[in-house]
Every structure is written in C-alpha cells, then in structure tokens.
C-alpha cells in the first residue's frame, strides 16, 4: 500500500529534480508500529518541514494523472482518494519536522514516532469533534 505511494514520490522527485517528502502518521503508521490492533481506515500522509506548498501541489497533481484517481476530498488542505481499495489522506497544510519521525522503509517517508502519535491524537478531539473546518477557505465559520 504504501509502496505504490513510495515508487510515484520517488518518480516525481526524480522527474522534477526535487526532494518531497512525506510523513506517514494516524491509524496505519499506529498499526505498523504495533500500537494498534485492529485494521487501520485509510493511510493518512502530511508532509515534512521542508516541503514548499507548490512541491505539494505538484505531487498531488502527478499522483493524480499516474494512479488515473479521482479525489473524493479536493479542497486547499485535504486530498483523498482511493486507489486499489484503500483510502488515502494527504495533508497539504500540515508539515511536520523529520525530528519527531523515523526513517521507514521505503525513500523520502518517514514515520511519526510513536509518542507523537498519541499527542497528535489526543490533540485533535476538539477538532474532530468541531462542526467547523478552518482549513477550508470555502466554508465560512
């Protein structure tokens, strides 16, 4: 699952003479790290510090043509799609430093340490649990 995304990053890195990298975090990047039993909901991406917000956009531009998806969620923050059932999160406005991940297996992703996992989860509630999205300028709150 998460190859697919590893090979096309490396590809477009490659093609656009760039260095993008991509934090994996929530459920799935719980679960491969052993802190979470059942089945993640999708695989959920940010970016790190040393993205650009063009680089980003690029990327989601490039998945899109290469994997031929659709994005279900197609706003400035968040892009989702499926791709080979399976649901896929990209962060856009979200950066994380490399300090609070690990290196994975695969090139130019990292993974957020467990720790940072759990604050990130316990910090979201209020915003999971907000009837407003400040992320997206096309909602007014």
């Keep these: ?40 909901n999708d695989i ?6 040393s993205s650009s917000l063009k680089d980003k956009i690029n990327f989601m531009d490039f998945l899109e043509k290469e994997l031929k998806i659709c994005f279900l969620t197609n706003d400035q923050n968040l892009k ?7 649901r896929y999160e990209f962060i856009l ?12 297996n695969w090139d130019n992703i990292f ?4 720790i940072y996992l ?10 999971i649990l907000s009837s407003d999205y400040k992320h997206n300028k096309e909602k007014n709150f």
Excluded: W
């Design 80 to 86: 989702q799609f499926i791709y080979s059932n399976v």
């Design 118 to 127: 759990l604050i990130q989860k316990i910090s979201s509630f209020p915003y």
């Design 1 to 40: 699952m998460i190859e697919i995304i590893g090979k096309k990053l490396l590809l477009f890195n490659k093609t656009y003479k760039t260095n993008l990298s991509i934090v994996l975090k929530g459920s799935y990047a719980s679960k491969i790290q052993g802190l979470l039993d059942r089945k993640s």
């Design 44 to 49: 959920d991406f940010c970016f790190t510090t």
């Design 111 to 114: 993974i957020l340490k467990p």
């Design 93 to 104: 406005l979200e950066d994380i430093d490399k300090i609070y991940c690990k290196h994975s």
